[in-house]
């Protein structure tokens, strides 16, 4: 079965700060896609990006990146120089080829101080 | 791309009571995916609905309580059958990524339960 374990709740750090959202996964297929989406306060579902199971490159989108590791099944999340703006819960999410239902993980609540 | 309308948008309602949310897509889907996402918490699977069969629902889920129709590739409704406070959530549906793309949400509805 599939699972999404996102072990950070709650972050806080201040503007300008860089910030590293973790994200493990469990899966026992071989073809599997990996998702972020990020919930601002507003409440709509905003995707960030969609990786592969077989393609680890790592992947930059201005303050953006995204690392994937297969060899220890995470996929981690870093915002550099955060803004305020960044302030909002980030879902990791996991989606196996065989029937392309999303499971999400629990959340970071990320916090940009002013 | 997909464009997902979700009716209602929110609603308050009465315990004991029965709610019918309406999703329609603006292109034919084989899945459709429900999803709950209760105050503070992330998204849970309810159940996937398939156009000519029934639904398949997740574990703690079940058709009594959330029956749910697919009567063709572009719409669905979920019933969140005599509602109690606990139902009280925010409830989405979806439709899965194809290669090289997100998945979509509608805008979800509000349900509030007194």
């Known amino acids: 079965a599939q699972k999404v374990t996102q072990a950070q709740t709650e972050i806080s750090v201040v503007e300008k700060e860089d910030v590293t959202l973790d994200c493990v996964y469990e899966t026992r297929d071989t073809t599997y896609y990996l998702f972020w989406y990020k919930q601002p306060p507003s409440g709509e579902l905003v995707f960030l990006i969609r990786r592969n199971s077989f393609d680890e490159q790592n992947e930059i989108s201005g303050r953006y990146s995204w690392n994937f590791q297969k060899s220890t099944s995470s996929f981690n999340f870093t915002i550099t120089a955060s803004q305020v703006v960044d302030s909002a819960v980030y879902f990791c999410?996991?989606?196996?080829?065989?029937?392309?239902?999303?499971?999400f993980g629990k959340g970071t609540r990320l916090h940009i101080l002013p | 791309s997909a464009v997902i309308s979700q009716k209602p948008s929110r609603d308050i309602c009465q315990r004991g009571t029965s709610l019918t949310i309406q999703c329609q897509v603006d292109s034919q889907v084989t899945m459709m995916f429900w999803y709950r996402q209760q105050p503070g918490q992330s998204l849970t699977l309810i159940a996937t609905a398939n156009q000519g069969s029934e639904a398949t629902y997740e574990s703690g889920f079940v058709i009594d309580k959330f029956p749910i129709s697919r009567p063709n590739l572009t719409f669905s409704t979920l019933t969140v059958s005599n509602m109690s406070p606990e139902d009280s959530s925010i409830y989405l549906c979806?439709?899965?990524?194809?290669?090289?793309?997100?998945?979509?949400f509608g805008q979800g509805t509000r349900l509030t339960v007194v």
């Open positions: 979806s439709v899965p990524h194809g290669v090289g793309t997100e998945a979509f």
């Open positions: 999410a996991l989606s196996e080829a065989e029937d392309d239902k999303i499971i």
